[in-house]
């Protein structure tokens, strides 16, 4: 990954696909770009009232991430969810924080919303994920205020994070100031990015963490292994694609000496024989399905 000397984030305006390809993915450069999706009718559309109305009785699962007790799981259905959402907006102490309903395959569970995101720039993807690509879209749904804290994506891939409700707040970092975060587990950090505690995590002081809001249109481009910290700054709906290229398929399987899980393991091993030996997504995905609810 380049080093850049700047701490902010580079802004294209419908950028190419051939310059996404080139001045990013292969520099492993992060990159907002906008104006690449206005056209959706989404924007237009979506809201949690939307969610709700279409499938009230959906059962979904919210996250309750905690320092002490790690990732907690709760289940509860669409309608009573956008219920907590609303009661925390509305209320004035905003003291109640909803769990977080993340990494939820939304377009599988409900397919009319696939419409709204026409016309879905695939260009930006590898070939072998167009078929049925809306399979590999993970979705955030959450009250203002939400927080995925500080981690890198578990399979070490590409992210593809589209913002269609909402703004959020990124503070991401280099994979190489990974060292001075103070890791957990295999992708999870110690430090708060928004407040660090430099008696206790004294080595941050050395890591360059870029600091940007993400708007409703925009997208944002993380490379594997980027450090990212996230909170919502009003309600919000965003999806992302985890995805690998030949190279980062590859570069993840030798993660496995670095601590990786073996579980992630399987999962690259799929996408690389995918990628790399060219088997159909159609054999594929049948395997790698579970990775969509996969909490790690
Ligand atoms: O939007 C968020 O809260 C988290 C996003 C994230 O971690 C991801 O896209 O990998
Ligand atoms: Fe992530």
Redesign the pocket.
């Known amino acids: 990954m380049i080093i850049s000397n700047t701490n902010e984030i580079e802004r294209r305006y419908k950028l190419t696909s051939q310059e996404f390809k080139s001045n990013y993915v292969n520099c492993g450069k992060p990159v907002v770009i906008s104006g690449a999706i206005k056209n959706w009718e989404s924007f237009d559309k979506w809201s949690l009232e939307y969610l709700q109305n279409l499938s009230p009785n959906l059962k979904i699962y919210a996250k309750k991430f905690s320092s002490k007790k790690g990732i907690e799981l709760c289940s509860l259905t669409m309608e009573k969810y956008v219920e907590l959402i609303k009661e925390y907006e509305e209320s004035n102490q905003k003291t109640n924080l909803p769990p977080?309903c993340?990494d939820l395959p939304l377009f599988s569970l409900i397919p009319s919303l696939i419409e709204d995101v026409q016309p879905f720039p695939l260009d930006y993807l590898p070939k072998w994920y167009r078929y049925k690509w809306w399979r590999y879209c993970?979705f955030?749904i959450?009250a203002s205020n939400?927080?995925?804290p500080l981690?890198f994506?578990c399979l070490l891939t590409n992210?593809i994070?589209f913002q269609l409700v909402g703004r959020?707040e990124f503070t991401i970092l280099i994979p190489e100031d990974g060292k001075y975060c103070y890791r957990k587990g295999w992708r999870w950090f110690l430090v708060n990015p928004e407040n660090p505690d430099f008696n206790k995590y004294p080595d941050y002081k050395n890591a360059r963490p870029i600091k940007f809001i993400v708007n409703p249109g925009d997208i944002l481009y993380?490379p594997p292994g980027t450090l990212?910290h996230?909170r919502?700054l009003d309600m919000?709906i965003?999806f992302?694609i985890?995805w690998h290229t030949h190279k980062s398929s590859l570069k993840a399987m030798a993660a496995i000496k670095k601590g990786m899980p073996v579980q992630n393991l399987y999962y690259n091993f799929l996408l690389t024989m995918g990628l790399v030996f060219k088997v159909p997504p159609q054999i594929i995905f049948k395997f790698y399905k579970s990775y969509l609810n996969y909490v790690s």
């Open positions: 977080y993340h993970q955030f959450g939400s927080l995925t981690h994506d992210n994070f959020k993380m990212h996230v919502s919000s965003s992302n985890d």
